[in-house]
């Protein structure tokens, strides 16, 4: 099996996707999640389609399987979002996220400045970020007592 790779999304992926989805995000119980449960749409295959033709949708995958995905949107010239980034569990914990995240960001090289967002609860994505240096610009409340903490990145720092 050869290592980490992207490719772009398509209709046919979307049913595999929203599995490991939904894997990668109810998997957060075990370090601390209210509940199983993750980001709008994470277990629609329809809702996977749909991003295919919002943003960048892209397939992490190891040889010729789907592993995980990323969505990144075009927010203005030179500004990227990653709107999402998933690894189905039984990946986590091998440097395969890390790999992931160079991957995606390898593919934009003239993003000066990425942002993302991850659960004020989720400590695991929280020090994933910031051990990639991202650093906290701000926070979203979602509700109740969700709130979003939102990270960016710029080139260069």
Same mark, same amino acid.
């Given at each position: 099996?050869?290592?980490?790779?992207?490719?772009?999304?398509?209709?046919?992926?979307?049913? #595999?996707?929203?599995? $490991?989805?939904?894997? *990668?995000?109810?998997? @957060?119980?075990?370090? &601390?999640?209210?509940?199983? %449960?993750?980001?709008?749409?994470?277990?629609?295959?329809?809702?996977?389609?749909?991003?295919?033709?919002?943003?960048?949708?892209?397939?992490?995958? #190891?040889?010729?399987? $789907?592993?995980?995905? *990323?969505?990144?949107? @075009?927010?203005?010239? &030179?500004?990227?979002?990653? %709107?999402?980034?998933?690894?189905?569990?039984?990946?986590?914990?091998?440097?395969?996220?890390?790999?992931?995240?160079?991957?995606?960001?390898?593919?934009?090289?003239?993003?000066?400045?990425?942002?993302?967002?991850?659960?004020?609860?989720?400590?695991?994505?929280?020090?994933?970020?910031?051990?990639?240096?991202?650093?906290?610009?701000?926070?979203?409340?979602?509700?109740?007592?969700?709130?979003?903490?939102?990270?960016?990145?710029?080139?260069?720092?």
């Amino acid at each position: 099996m050869s290592g980490l790779a992207l490719r772009r999304a398509v209709p046919g992926d979307a049913e #595999l996707l929203a599995i $490991i989805s939904q894997r *990668a995000f109810d998997s @957060d119980v075990a370090i &601390g999640a209210p509940g199983p %449960g993750g980001p709008p749409g994470y277990t629609d295959p329809e809702w996977q389609r749909s991003m295919m033709n919002r943003g960048d949708y892209l397939c992490l995958t #190891l040889g010729d399987a $789907i592993v995980g995905g *990323a969505i990144v949107f @075009d927010m203005e010239p &030179g500004h990227h979002d990653i %709107g999402r980034i998933f690894l189905d569990p039984d990946h986590h914990r091998k440097g395969l996220g890390s790999q992931a995240m160079r991957l995606v960001m390898a593919r934009y090289p003239k993003v000066r400045r990425w942002t993302l967002d991850t659960p004020a609860w989720n400590t695991r994505t929280r020090a994933f970020y910031e051990q990639l240096g991202f650093t906290e610009y701000g926070r979203r409340p979602v509700g109740g007592d969700f709130e979003l903490i939102l990270y960016e990145l710029r080139a260069g720092a």
